[in-house]
């Protein structure tokens, strides 16, 4: 079946990441990590507003907290923030050193806060880490050696977390112990070193399947818990970046994209690049966990 993709917000994105949907508000929220700013879509009314940040904080991902606002994954740490008033970020934690900034990350089921870091610009290192932030604020580390972390994601029944790495062109899966915390036996879920596309963003749906958005080939894939491809979305751009699922009933998959590094006349082949879409492949997803930090 050939789903219904809708370019909802022509935002022209540098490099827009981490679409979260919000059921107490029934927004859709994103990130533009190089502008930077913080990006809202209201499907009811089809309106869209960005709101700036500090021109010195980058921020790799958000997460929503129990306490109604948001964690912003930065290169300064983990922050506290509210869009809709005044107040300036708050920090929460800070589990990184100078020069490396926090990426990717996703919340489980218990409110802890899983997140990449790495470093940014060129050239590019392998000196990311990986932490699990608790709700203490507590930062626990991982494992080290990343580049470029994305794709952080957990299975409906809590016990695989995803994880991939764009440079290695990998997506890991590790076990999952939920009540303590715990990630092991790390192997590998899916190996696109072959292939043109790099893996970015990923969530999972009510079918306990992996979609993951990928960068050069602008597609969705859907993975089964085991590994093997379920479907193929091509959507009408080059880069494809993050996924989640949104709307009232969790059936519309939200996709942002990007733009970065390409020249002019790229840009003018690509049109809707760094837009944000709607993909409605007849598929829910499930509610995304806050932080209780």
Not at 15 to 29: I, M, V, Y
Not at 110 to 121: A, E, I, L, T
Not at 227 to 254: M, Q
């Amino acid at each position: 079946m050939q789903p219904e993709i809708e370019c909802v917000v022509r935002g022209g994105d540098v490099l827009g990441e981490a679409p979260l949907w919000d059921e107490r508000s029934k927004r859709l929220w994103w990130i533009d990590v190089r502008r930077p700013v913080i990006q809202c879509y209201d499907p009811a009314s089809a309106k869209h507003f960005a709101v700036r940040l500090s021109s010195e904080m980058t921020v790799g991902s958000i997460a929503l907290r129990e306490a109604g606002d948001f964690a912003l994954a930065t290169n300064s740490g983990l922050y506290a923030y509210d869009p809709e008033n005044t107040e300036p970020p708050r920090l929460l934690a800070n589990p990184e050193g100078p020069g490396i900034r926090l990426n990717d990350g996703r919340c489980d089921r218990r409110g802890r806060f899983w997140v990449g870091s790495m470093k940014d610009g060129m050239p590019r290192t392998d000196a990311g880490n990986f932490f699990r932030i608790d709700p203490d604020l507590s930062s626990h580390h991982q494992f080290g050696g990343v580049y470029l972390p994305n794709s952080v994601a957990f299975s409906i029944d809590d016990r695989t977390l995803y994880f991939a790495d764009t440079h290695y062109a990998i997506i890991w899966a590790f076990d999952f112990d939920l009540d303590d915390g715990v990630i092991s036996n790390r192997r590998v879920f899916q190996d696109l070193s072959n292939g043109p596309g790099l893996p970015d963003g990923s969530t999972v749906d009510a079918d306990n399947c992996l979609w993951n958005a990928v960068l050069m080939t602008g597609e969705l894939v859907r993975y089964t818990p085991q590994g093997k491809v379920d479907r193929r979305i091509k959507l009408p751009v080059t880069h494809a970046t993050c996924a989640a699922f949104g709307g009232a009933d969790l059936s519309t998959i939200y996709v942002t994209s990007h733009t970065q590094r390409m020249s002019p006349e790229e840009v003018a082949r690509d049109p809707l690049g760094g837009g944000l879409f709607a993909v409605r492949a007849g598929v829910q997803g499930l509610p995304e966990a806050r932080f209780k930090g």
